[in-house]
């Protein structure tokens, strides 16, 4: 028992567990899990979930004049401090909103074969790092798990929640997108891109939940480091993907899971999520959770 009450665990995703209070409310706890390429790698890193809450909290914060969010309150008992949300229930929208200022990854080879990134045209000579012209909004479905987000047009989001749920999906996701790269900006980071999660509250308002501007849902490159026609250094998760695919031997169309990441790949790791969350946030990343209850 806590000042919760009891809480009942509902849901174990890929990185995060999710708790329904007795009044409720949901406790979103994020663990040390790390995900790519749909599996859940081992061992996991140290203080990660805490850094994608604590910087979660914060963007909302700064986000708030943009979006309303569904964080009810960080007050949560100890044995989940530092790592748990207390959130509004929503109805969440059945697509992946993304927003791309930067062309790579999946968006790069899209482009690359048919000249466009979820049916939006793009000029002619991007390469992998370039800025594109305009932030665009590139959604995707939401796959069972286990299987892969497909690209989507912006007539197949229209087709599937309908021509003004459309447009608030992309305004939204877009402006989130714009706030993020500014703040970011200033503090020397370049935001790529970035998913983002919506969902209707009790009263249909469309609000931000899950997490929003982290290193496991964003990219984010050191600016004075920028150089297009290459892979980005990274503050992300994509370090761990271009390990997993460059360096561990892990072929991902084997159908074998992957290997164990490396101690140094983890510590590195650790490392390259602090560094965003204290050059986002301006503040030294000191861990607030319990000692016994960090690494889970």
Known sequence: MNKLGTVKHLHSGKVRDLYETDDGLLLMVASDRMSAYDY???PGIPDKGEILTRLSLWWFDQLKDVVPNHVVSADVPAEFA???ILCRRLDMVPVECVARGYLTGGGLAEYRSDGAVS??????GLEDGSRLPEPIFTPSTKAPIG????PMTFDQVVEKS????AEQLRRITLDVYTRGAEIALERGIILADTKIELGWDADGVLTLGDEVL????SRFWPRDLWEPGRTQPSFDKQFVRDWLTSESGWDRNSGEAPPPLSDKIVERTRQR???AFERLTGSAFRSVSLPSHRHQ
């Open 40 to 42: 859940v790698l081992e």
């Open 162 to 165: 309908g021509a003004e749920v």
């Open 214 to 217: 982290t290193p496991d849902s």
């Open 273 to 275: 999520y602090i560094e």
């Open 119 to 124: 049916g939006v045209k793009l000029p002619p």
């Open 82 to 84: 530092g790592r748990g």
């Open 147 to 150: 299987e892969h987000d497909e």
